[in-house]
């Protein structure tokens, strides 16, 4: 029998609805009985004390807000009686001790991956085509028209065929898609293409760190190789990412097909070229074929979007015992979204195995802050309009939710935006809290999975790396599964203990991992990327 309430940590003095508690219900807990004060969502939060103003909220055993009035016992919590508040961090106060989950089922686990000559593994197999600036977005977008007409043959979808019917006087209703075949010349190889608005026209830092972002796709083991356009005259220039890529694979025997524009005459010829260059070496990538990898070769990016109040006590503490099994059998996990970390920072200082990983992470915290302040907003400002009417109703309450996907592990390296995971165990990496701009930093530190929570919904993807949705209420996952993969939301009924979910989650991610399914975003072509233009993005 699912439970209605639940109390996340010990010294917490809130209490999650699991279920809608009408006005006047009385609920028991540890000993304690609570009569609910107006009607109480799911998801939602109410007091265990009653509070005046100025006392602290604590929630998963961390400071999350403060009464701006008095507050009864068993009333709700919301945007009007409580404001964001946090726990101030001086610097690392101790040394935070781990015990590791029992990995013994997954210490020699395997799965069906693409070996690079680094000896990084991928779970895609892609040619990756991508301009170093805006004015090249077009051209992209005609090769692509191009190659997936000739190499995919897409099959019309339903909507297409509903479009041709009516264009005929045909009915009006859904038609039927095709029948489901796969039509590509190549089977093992897909190619994907990126377009963005940067490059040119904004600081040179921002067309810099996205020449380093772009080396890290490149990098990144779901790569087979890449073809490169540029145009010229622009801040991103060719050899500013030619140079990033040496500094992160001297080594790299990838091949890239680079054309620049301004010195290759008209459209037509500079095409040409181009359709010439890279058909060779996508004929070649083609060749590679999957082989068994430990997955300890497997690189897992956290992220979560479009939270909800159970996000934190499903979704994400599922993540979080995931990251825990990877870090406990050699693998990596990267823990992004910094504004999405406030209020936890002392735990995470605690954890990092190097002082100076500590104090880089609070430096990071802070110049982001300060950033955000100058352009007039703050990090309470982050829970969107639906992250509220779902219960997270301060940026620290949403914070601590979120740090759940990170687990228990030590940290082992602190990493920037742009900067290539390169340690296996838990990293940091500094990313904004928005969904596509922290999935596409994810991957270009090397994440070759990215498992992504959420509570009230969301399609993005990416364009080289599967993007797993898991869902934190099984209501969800019943509504949109059409962009859900996995449902944690069993959790929260009772139905499945957090490590139960997690080692059915790790299965599905060793399924996806060696090409056995599709993601639903990748199904859906969610092929989003959109990098972090620093110091404007929230």
């Not at 015990?99 to 686990?109: A, G, I």
């Not at 191009?146 to 264009?167: G, N, P, T, W, Y």
């Not at 498992?451 to 080289?464: D, E, H, K, R, V």
Request: hydrophobic letters at 40%; proline letters at 4%.
């Amino acid at each position: 029998m699912q439970k209605k309430v639940l109390k996340v940590n010990p010294k917490d003095n809130v209490i999650v609805a699991l279920l809608d508690l009408p006005a006047g219900e009385s609920v028991h807990l540890d000993g304690t009985d609570y009569t609910v004060v107006k009607d109480i969502k799911a998801k939602h939060k109410f007091a265990a004390v009653d509070f005046e103003d100025g006392d602290h909220i604590i929630m998963y055993g961390v400071i999350v807000g403060k009464a701006n009035q008095s507050i009864k016992k068993g009333e709700v919590i919301t945007t009007e009686n409580v404001k964001h508040q946090s726990a101030k961090v001086e610097g690392k106060t101790e040394t935070l001790g781990w015990t590791p989950p029992n990995v013994d089922k997954w210490k020699d686990r395997t799965f069906n991956g693409y070996h690079r000559e680094d000896g990084q593994v991928g779970t895609e197999n892609v040619w990756l085509f991508f301009p170093l600036v805006f004015c090249e977005n077009k051209n992209i977008e005609t090769l692509k028209d191009i190659f997936e007409k000739e190499l995919l043959h897409d099959k019309a979808s339903k909507h297409q065929l509903l479009l041709r019917s009516l264009l005929n006087g045909g009915a009006t209703d859904v038609v039927e898609e095709e029948k489901e075949e796969d039509t590509r010349i190549f089977k093992n190889i897909d190619v994907r293409f990126i377009t963005h608005q940067g490059g040119c026209g904004g600081i040179r830092q921002d067309a810099e760190a996205l020449g380093r972002l772009f080396a890290g796709y490149v990098n990144n083991p779901n790569v087979a190789g890449a073809t490169v356009l540029s145009l010229g005259c622009q801040n991103l220039q060719v050899q500013i990412f030619m140079d990033a890529l040496h500094a992160l694979a001297p080594n790299n025997k990838k091949p890239i097909v680079v054309y620049e524009q301004q010195k290759s005459g008209t459209i037509d010829e500079m095409l040409t070229g181009v359709i010439k260059d890279s058909y060779e070496g996508i004929k070649q990538a083609n060749n590679i074929e999957r082989k068994p990898a430990p997955i300890t070769k497997l690189n897992i990016g956290l992220e979560c979007g479009g939270s909800d109040g159970f996000s934190g006590i499903s979704a994400n503490p599922v993540l979080g015992e995931v990251s825990d099994i990877m870090a406990a059998v050699g693998g990596t996990t990267m823990l992004a979204e910094f504004p999405e970390l406030c209020g936890v920072e002392q735990e995470l200082v605690n954890r990092c195995i190097n002082d100076e990983d500590g104090v880089k992470f609070l430096q990071l915290m802070k110049d982001f802050e300060k950033s955000v302040v100058a352009a007039g907003s703050g990090f309470d400002m982050n829970p969107s309009p639906g992250n509220i009417k779902d219960g997270l109703i301060t940026d620290a309450m949403k914070s601590a939710g979120a740090a759940k996907k990170g687990g228990a592990a030590p940290i082992v390296e602190v990493l920037d935006f742009t900067e290539y995971a390169t340690k296996p165990g838990l990293n940091l990496l500094c990313t904004p809290g928005n969904d596509a701009e922290c999935t596409t930093a994810l991957v270009g530190s090397g994440a070759t999975v990215v498992l992504f929570t959420t509570g009230l919904g969301t399609p993005m993807g990416n364009p080289i790396s599967p993007v797993v949705k898991i869902s934190s209420n099984t209501v969800l996952a019943e509504k949109m599964p059409d962009i859900i993969d996995f449902n944690a939301g069993t959790v929260i009924s009772g139905d499945k203990t957090i490590p139960e979910a997690a080692d059915e989650l790790l299965e599905y991610i060793i399924k996806v991992a060696s090409g056995e399914v599709k993601t639903k975003a990748d199904l859906l072509n969610q092929n989003d990327f959109i990098p972090w233009r620093r110091g404007v993005s929230l």
